[in-house]
């Protein structure tokens, strides 16, 4: 259905052209509207269309006027309501608490077209414009700030979103069966209650009358506000639920309401997520703008083929957001999606990414899904791999081998980062993509070296990237090609001390590296990092870590990193092969 609407709805004319008098849904976001399916509001929206619903989109409004909601007259059914694709916050601010420079979702990078919690201040705005109208939060904002948190940017901890926006609902996680099935129930005047995959802040009486059985009760927010290491305690009680098959209801305590969390929604079926990425989205920012939007740049020619993580690393939210849970999609739909890139204007035959997480978990599977579906893990790789979790390689291997014989196609690369603890376990499939589809630079995140440091970040084994530096010097030298390793690492993590860094540091000295990207480590909502970060606890052991916090306290580890060593090159006998 509307398989001909080039794009949603901006304006009155633009709905007036498709022959709708009224939409039945507006969808508020702080980006730029850009119809590709690696854009949020393009994949809620076109999803909601492809079902029948009449939608349009208001990007970026003036979020001081109430009136720059109206041009399409008062939506028919609700507003539903997106920071957008990034937290607002990580998209005004640095590290250092200061204004980021540019904003990749906005047209030519300019800053200042969203506020600071866009997904509050949205949902107060619309509440302004259109009175009574329900009011339904999404996105990776309102997800990862769906139970009380912790703010790195105003140093404090807040309330859920719900709490300050006053939503009628929030939609966490990927959101499509959910999005289809809270406004078909808003449409016919039915509950709200027991969808997955939503959060509801109840009110007095039905806090009152609320059935508490079989709940997991989480710290009060009062409790969180009055001692950080409560903050700890809930972070853990929620990875515990995480699994959408075997987690139990939440609940949180404001005072005299609840705050009530539904399990996470099972992600979709990979024939639902085929339909997903194939539906007949315009490829493209909307035509109004006149500067190219500088996040799309990066993917305008990129491929969605992958959802879900099986890392679990305690500095990142997309679990949280995803769950570990991996959907791939099919390679035929894969191809089919290659075939549309080829008639886009300015594709010249180069797939800049075949993506997802990492770039090696397209495939993946897991041998008896009996065993996940009660699985309580945090994540299927640490402290040590899974044994039902199959790192498959095969699959995306023959799709890489049958993709760069496709007519028209001169390259296809794959510019997602690469997971090194898959990466030694598929040998072939790690020399296949080292010797055809790297853009001369591979990027691999060891984030730390200091075995303690690994640990608490959850993430992978000392000796992972010297192994893999060997594979890939070697799989270059017989491609006769000279690339790049550029290796990732982060910063200021908690329990991170100049001691441990001093071992990156000496390693990068060893090696002649000065690495183009560091990232300084962020307290990110809802995950771990950021409640070790606050309580200043290790949640394995209970014992005190040193927590950086201060911004002159952090420096020293910055520069660490960032500074300037001689460059030098390992060569070999042949072509020579090139670290950066």
């Not at 990862?144 to 140093?155: G, K, M, P, S, T």
């Not at 060893?510 to 990110?524: A, E």
Request: hydrophobic share 35%; proline share 7%.
């Amino acid at each position: 259905m509307y398989e001909s609407v080039p794009f949603l709805p901006m304006t009155k004319q633009e709905m007036e052209a498709l022959g709708w008098d009224s939409i039945d849904i507006l969808l508020l976001t702080g980006d730029a509207y850009v119809e590709h399916p690696s854009f949020g509001t393009a994949v809620i929206g076109r999803y909601l269309l492809d079902k029948g619903f009449r939608v349009g989109v208001i990007a970026q409004p003036d979020w001081k006027n109430p009136d720059s909601l109206k041009t399409m007259g008062r939506p028919n059914i609700a507003c539903g309501v997106s920071s957008g694709n990034m937290d607002s916050m990580v998209c005004i601010y640095t590290v250092g608490r200061r204004f980021r420079k540019d904003d990749m979702y906005s047209p030519g990078g300019a800053t200042g077209k969203r506020p600071p919690l866009a997904s509050v201040v949205y949902a107060q705005l619309a509440k302004r414009a259109f009175p009574g109208l329900p009011i339904v939060l999404g996105g990776v904002e309102a997800s990862l700030r769906r139970v009380a948190h912790y703010d790195y940017w105003q140093d404090k901890m807040h309330p859920s979103v719900l709490v300050d926006s006053k939503a009628d609902i929030l939609i966490f996680g990927m959101g499509e069966t959910a999005s289809l099935e809270v406004y078909t129930r808003l449409r016919d005047g039915k509950e709200l209650d027991g969808i997955p995959g939503t959060a509801r802040f109840l009110g007095g009486n039905a806090t009152r009358n609320f059935d508490s059985t079989g709940c997991v009760e989480l710290p009060s927010y009062e409790q969180i506000c009055a001692d950080p290491k409560e903050l700890l305690r809930q972070t853990m009680k929620i990875e515990a639920e995480m699994n959408p098959w075997c987690g139990r209801r939440l609940i949180q305590r404001y005072q005299d309401r609840l705050l009530l969390l539904e399990p996470p929604a099972p992600p979709l079926s990979q024939k639902e997520f085929d339909h997903v990425c194939e539906l007949p989205y315009g490829m493209g920012p909307h035509p109004s703008y006149k500067e190219p939007v500088p996040a799309y740049e990066c993917v305008k020619f990129s491929i969605p083929a992958v959802r879900g993580c099986p890392g679990g690393c305690a500095f990142c939210g997309l679990v949280s957001h995803q769950t570990r849970h991996l959907v791939s999609r099919s390679p035929e739909s894969v191809l089919r999606s290659i075939e549309r890139l080829k008639q886009l204007p300015g594709f010249h035959g180069i797939v800049s990414d075949i993506g997802g997480a990492a770039s090696n978990i397209f495939g993946n599977r897991v041998a008896d899904h009996a065993m996940c579906e009660k699985c309580r893990r945090v994540s299927c790789m640490w402290p040590k791999p899974c044994r039902n979790y199959i790192p498959d390689g095969s699959v995306l291997l023959k799709l890489l081998r049958t993709a760069r014989k496709m007519p028209g196609i001169r390259k296809v690369f794959l510019n997602s980062g690469m997971r090194l603890d898959l990466a030694l376990r598929q040998e072939e499939l790690t020399g296949e993509i080292i010797r055809n589809h790297v853009s001369g630079h591979l990027k691999v995140a060891p984030e730390h070296l200091h075995p303690r440091v690994l640990n608490l970040m959850r993430k992978g084994q000392p000796g992972e990237l010297e192994a893999f530096m060997k594979l890939f010097e070697r799989c270059c030298r017989e491609a006769g090609k000279e690339q790049y390793l550029i290796p990732l690492f982060i910063s200021n993590f908690p329990g991170c001390t100049e001691r441990e860094m001093k071992v990156v540091d000496d390693f990068l000295e060893r090696r002649h590296w000065s690495p183009q990207q560091v990232q300084d480590y962020i307290p990110l909502p809802m995950t771990m990092g950021a409640a070790m970060y606050c309580s200043g606890r290790n949640p394995y052991t209970g014992e005190e870590i040193e927590v950086n916090r201060g911004l002159r306290e952090r420096r020293t580890q910055i520069h660490m990193l960032k500074k300037k060593r001689p460059s030098q090159y390992r060569k070999d006998s042949s072509r020579g092969s090139k670290y950066r």
